[in-house]
């Protein structure tokens, strides 16, 4: 079974920092990766695709990377602003299996 | 441009009541998945449908259950409520692909009571 852990569970941070969320997944057979942003009593809106040949995604202020060996995914965010506030979410798609795989999220708090 | 919607967005059931989210996506995805998010615990699978006809379990299945008879909907079913499925529901579509990313509802919120 595929695990899927997001470290840390909550962050705290100045406006302004640049900060790193980590994902990690057990099984590297993956079809792709994928990381969602949730706002509190919303639903989960799609960030960034990760393809499983792919290295590395960018949108904006948002860099994804993917290395599948060692089972790691990380979101770097820049210039974290407090509108950036939300819990953030990694969530695989493995091989042979039609299903999405989540970690718990990170809940991040960019402070004015 | 709607997307994922689900049906209804808020309820409250009593125990042993029974009642059926609605998930309807207009993208014409094959795949559609039910999924429940408890403080936590994340996103744990409930079941999900891989085309119009189709059904299978996923990590969490008892007491649910699902249909879809219609490529753009994928119901979701309680038989007898218990408070354990106080939780909010989350419906998800996607297309096959190494390109293809899942997009969400917005959420149903279910007290049982």
């Known amino acids: 079974k595929q695990e899927v852990t997001q470290i840390p569970a909550a962050l705290s941070v100045p406006e302004g920092e640049n900060l790193v969320l980590n994902c990690s997944f057990t099984?590297?057979?993956?079809?792709?990766l994928q990381w969602f942003r949730q706002d509190p009593g919303k639903g989960l809106t799609s960030l960034l695709l990760i393809q499983s040949s792919q290295r590395e995604q960018t949108s904006g202020r948002l860099n994804a990377s993917l290395d599948k060996s060692s089972g790691r995914s990380t979101l770097y965010i820049a210039a974290s602003q407090p509108g950036d506030s939300a819990t953030y979410l990694c969530a695989v798609r493995l091989y042979n299996f039609n299903k999405f795989y989540f970690g718990s999220g990170t809940k991040l708090n960019v402070k004015p | 441009n709607a997307g994922v919607t689900q049906t209804p967005k808020f309820r409250v059931l009593k125990t042993g009541q029974s009642m059926t989210l609605l998930c309807a996506q207009d993208m014409n995805h094959e795949y559609m998945y039910w999924y429940r998010q408890d403080p936590g615990m994340g996103l744990r699978l409930i079941h999900y449908s891989v085309g119009e006809g189709t059904t299978a379990k996923g990590e969490v299945p008892d007491g649910y259950n699902v249909s879809r008879l219609k490529k753009q909907n994928f119901l979701l079913g309680l038989e007898s409520a218990a408070p354990s499925q106080t939780s909010v529901y989350f419906c998800a579509s996607s297309q096959t692909g190494f390109d293809t990313e899942a997009f969400f509802g917005q959420g149903t919120r279910l007290t049982v009571v």
């Open positions: 099984d590297s057979a993956i079809y792709n």
